[in-house]
């Protein structure tokens, strides 16, 4: 069932879609949430478990199968409620690969891309005007 199952008609679509979500804030980095601590670990610091349980809110909201608001805990709560769902297989079956997939998405924008020695030589003002004054020769 969908929030509004009795509200709304649905009919099958003649082509598939896949659905786009878009948000305002970007989904944080997964590193920021700091995997590697200790589940449930209490000495963590008060920014780190704001970015925990909004990663969990958006994680939920996109694989969590719920009816209502009430199916959602407080948001203090939310990222032990996410990891219990994981673990539990309470998740949309495939919400591993998908979440991987957005996390590879934002691991990307990282990366950054670094000049090659030819574009920093023609880049570069000095260079620049030699190449003018041999263009004007």
């Known amino acids: 069932m969908y929030p509004g199952h009795e509200f709304a008609c649905v009919e099958k679509l003649k082509k598939c879609k896949v659905p786009m979500l878009y948000y ?7 590193e920021l949430c700091k ?11 008060a920014n780190t478990t704001n970015i925990q349980n909004e990663y969990a809110t958006k ?8 009816q209502d608001k009430i199916d959602f805990p407080n948001i203090k709560d939310r990222w032990i409620f996410f990891q219990d769902c994981s673990k539990n297989g309470l998740l949309y079956w495939d919400s591993e690969r998908l979440i991987q997939n957005i996390q590879g998405v934002e691991n990307s924008k990282k990366i950054v891309t670094v000049n090659n020695d030819l574009t920093n030589k023609t880049e570069n003002p000095i260079y ?7 263009m004007m020769m």
């Open 128 to 134: 620049q005007q030699i190449l003018l004054w041999i």
């Open 59 to 66: 994680m939920l909201l996109l694989f969590f199968l719920f």
């Open 35 to 45: 995997l590697g601590n200790e589940f449930r670990e209490n000495n963590i610091n």
């Open 24 to 30: 305002n804030d970007k989904i944080p980095d997964v």
